[in-house]
């Protein structure tokens, strides 16, 4: 699999993508959205492809502070061939390269078998944080576009 970084001709490969493997697309998930995250985080949208083929990909953010990983998906035919593996490890080396301290990622709660993937890669549980959230625009935010 070769790994590089997101352009915006991949919007809609990537959007099928991440459909096709239950991911939540939201009202960030636009082309602008997408365009907007990759400006902002120019070495740290991935996508994996296998003889042109886009097979995965991975968003992923740094606010100064902390990094983030949204939206990681593989295409279910490649599946459990450590293909998502070699996706994280290539993020966490950019966030090495960054310097940053801690990397979050958020798990929907329907989706907890997931959990052991990213334990699996040395990832722990918080139990001592709870999540909120706040919406500065309720026309901008909506759940899925
Ligand atoms: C989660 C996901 C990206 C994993 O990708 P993948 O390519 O199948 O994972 P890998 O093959 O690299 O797995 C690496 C290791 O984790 C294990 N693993 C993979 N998925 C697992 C799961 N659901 N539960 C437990 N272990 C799992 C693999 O067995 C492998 O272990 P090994 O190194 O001991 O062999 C993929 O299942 C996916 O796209 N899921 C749907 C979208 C999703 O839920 N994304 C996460 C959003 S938070």
Do not use: C
Request: charged share 30%; proline share 2%.
């Amino acid at each position: 699999m070769n790994i590089e970084t997101f352009t915006i001709k991949y919007y809609e490969k990537v959007i099928e993508l991440w459909r096709k493997t239950g991911i939540s697309v939201g009202s960030s998930d636009t082309k602008q959205g997408l365009e907007k995250m990759v400006q902002r985080n120019p070495k740290l949208f991935l996508i994996g492809k296998i003889d042109e083929k886009l097979i995965s990909v991975v968003m992923g953010g740094f606010d100064g502070r902390r990094g983030y990983v949204h939206h990681l998906a593989v295409e279910p035919a490649y599946q459990k061939k450590g293909y998502g593996k070699l996706m994280m490890d290539k993020l966490m080396k950019k966030f090495r390269e960054l310097g940053v301290h801690k990397v979050h990622l958020f798990i929907e709660k329907h989706n907890k078998t997931v959990v052991d993937f990213y334990r699996n890669l040395g990832w722990d549980i918080r139990d001592d944080l709870m999540m909120m959230s706040y919406v500065p625009d309720k026309n901008l935010y909506k759940m899925r576009i």
